[in-house]
């Protein structure tokens, strides 16, 4: 990593410079990947694994850098997506500039920085944010045939938050995968990229991971996991309690998926091995007739007050039981007598929701 002490205004030049170079792109190259797994530990370091793993050199000030700390969990995400979760974590910002070069800027906060730091607040941008975090769709002849692979794309979001253009910037090896990583992007939304208070169009980089191993998770595997991390919580010490709760999360919204994928939805007692009895007493009412998967990140929450991904396991249960509420919604039952049972598992669910965790779930 190269770390250049510098003044503002040197930087300053840099920033202006920038509009004029020959072929300047804000786009960062997709064919690296990060992964990172850190709890409360110096900027510096995590920026010195970035440039370690995607072959980048940063460039910034020691003072922006040198007091600041940062907790982060990512697996296998795109050069800029790890730089876009590090802005969002410490207010800084980065430029990509020629010979995987990336510069770390602060944006001014306040009216009154002095005039040296006036480069840094010329309309900073803020990266576009994915509105719903969703499974990239898996085409069941490549399951079939056995394909897998890595699609790295590049995607153009407009102003509004849609994406306008797509194009791959590294092949998974099998047109198939590729085809529907392109498909699968085009149907994504987010809130768009802000320069200031202004939306503004720009492109980004992901990567979407295909693999047949991650989507084989039998209840009895997915049971055995999540005990074995519960296990591993007991000893563990702080630093690793961070890894183990993000463990546990992912490892439930992955089953949440397979079961909406295979059709197990209503088969409840596939939780049984998971959720505590006293969550299942809390839903006895539907336990028999309405899929309540949803329920094992409530459970979740319940065994781990401590856990720093609460809002992370809140999204995801509102996630999940939108999707319950609106195959309900858009497939009304003929039986009068079914449907107003459908109609007050949706108010139970909404009204759950609304007093334990502040939402409704048709918002997700």
Known sequence: MVNIKTTSRVLGVIFSAIAVLPGFSQDIPAEKSVTLHLTDVPLRQALQSIADQADVKFVFSDDHVNSRRITCMMNAVALQEALNIISLRTGLAFAMM???????????????????????????????????????????????????GRVGIEMLVSSAGRVSDVRISSSSGYRILDRAAMEFARQLTFEPAMQGSRPVETWISRIFTYNLEERTLLPERYAAQIGELRAQLKGADSASRHSVYWSLLQTHAQYCRLLIEQGSVLDNDLLLPIVS????????????????FFIVFHDYLRR?????????????????????????????????????????????????LKNDYSGTPTES
């Open 98 to 148: 020629p010979a995987r070069t990336v510069v770390i800027y602060r944006e001014a906060s306040t009216s009154s920085e002095t005039a040296d730091e006036a480069p840094f607040s010329a309309n900073p941008m803020r990266p576009p944010v994915l509105k719903d975090v969703i499974e990239p769709y898996y085409p069941p002849l490549a399951k079939n045939e056995g394909l897998e």
């Open 277 to 292: 009895e006293e969550t299942r007493r809390s839903w006895q009412q539907w336990w028999q007739s309405e899929p309540l």
């Open 304 to 352: 781990n007050p401590d856990s720093p991904y609460r809002d992370d396991a809140v999204a995801k249960m509102r996630y999940f039981a939108g999707i319950l509420v609106n195959r309900i919604l858009d497939r009304p039952s003929a039986d009068p007598e079914i449907q107003a049972r459908q109609n007050r598992f949706i108010d139970d669910v909404r009204t759950f």
